[in-house]
């Protein structure tokens, strides 16, 4: 079946560094999209990509979709305490079943 | 408001209950989907429903069971079959846009624990 793979697993990084999570489905995907799950609370919609190649930007996140529609990126630039959680990517199957697959997500601590 | 509500927030059962969490959305929401929570697992798909009188299993569905006769309701109950319970439990729900769902809305989850 459809798996998505999502790396690293756990970052830590002072405050003020980059951060980049990468996300890979075995399929081609319809879209993807990424959420957020601050500690103790519930994943959160941040964004999602439809189209080949596309790039999006919220302030200091940038999303991306890769050309083969098989993977994706989050890169958060100078990280602040307040971005501390877990970033999932969840990908819809093409042409499959409608159902969201996550990938195990990554922890990002933040240390300032 | 409008939203996804799980109930209750924790929930303490004895091994070998069935046990069921409820789940309700006010957004009319034809999608909606149960994950499972641990530790270094990520969000593993248990059921979901496209659409109401019907659903389909997940990743995990062995040792769960839903229904769908409401669409705003999707009750999951965690069965004696169930080996290993203990869990944070997410429902969610999406808009079935075409054949493109668009985002989920999570509720606030059930920490179940089995003892």
């Known amino acids: 079946g459809q798996q998505v793979m999502q790396i690293p697993q756990y970052q830590h990084v002072q405050e003020g560094e980059d951060f980049t999570t990468y996300c890979n489905s075995s399929?081609?995907?319809?879209?993807i999209q990424w959420y957020k799950q601050r500690p103790g609370g519930h994943p959160v919609f941040l964004i999602q990509?439809?189209?080949?190649?596309e790039v999006k930007k919220q302030k200091r996140l940038t999303f991306q979709f890769g050309e083969a529609k098989k993977n994706s990126s989050l890169h958060i630039t100078a990280t602040q305490t307040t971005d501390v959680g877990t970033y999932f990517c969840?990908?819809?199957?093409?042409?499959?079943?409608?159902?969201?697959?996550f990938g195990k997500g990554t922890k990002l601590t933040v240390n300032p | 408001d409008g939203g996804i509500t799980q109930s209750p927030k924790y929930l303490f059962r004895k091994e070998g209950q069935n046990v069921t969490l409820s789940c309700e959305q006010n957004?009319?929401?034809?999608?909606m989907y149960w994950y499972r929570q641990d530790p270094g697992q990520g969000l593993r798909l248990i059921y979901y429903?496209?659409?109401?009188?019907?659903?389909q299993k997940g990743d995990i569905a062995e040792g769960y069971s839903v229904s769908r006769e409401k669409k705003e309701s999707f009750p999951l109950t965690v069965t004696s079959a169930q080996k290993n319970p203990t869990a944070f439990y997410l429902c969610?729900?999406?808009?079935?846009?075409?054949?493109?769902?668009?985002?989920?809305?999570f509720g606030q989850g059930t920490r179940l624990t089995v003892v």
């Open positions: 969610a729900s999406s808009i079935v846009y075409g054949a493109v769902n668009t985002e989920a809305f």
């Open positions: 399929t081609t995907l319809s879209n």
């Open positions: 990509l439809v189209k080949s190649g």
């Open positions: 969840a990908g819809l199957n093409q042409g499959g079943s409608e159902k969201l697959v």
């Open positions: 957004l009319n929401h034809d999608a």
């Open positions: 429903s496209q659409i109401v009188n019907d659903f």
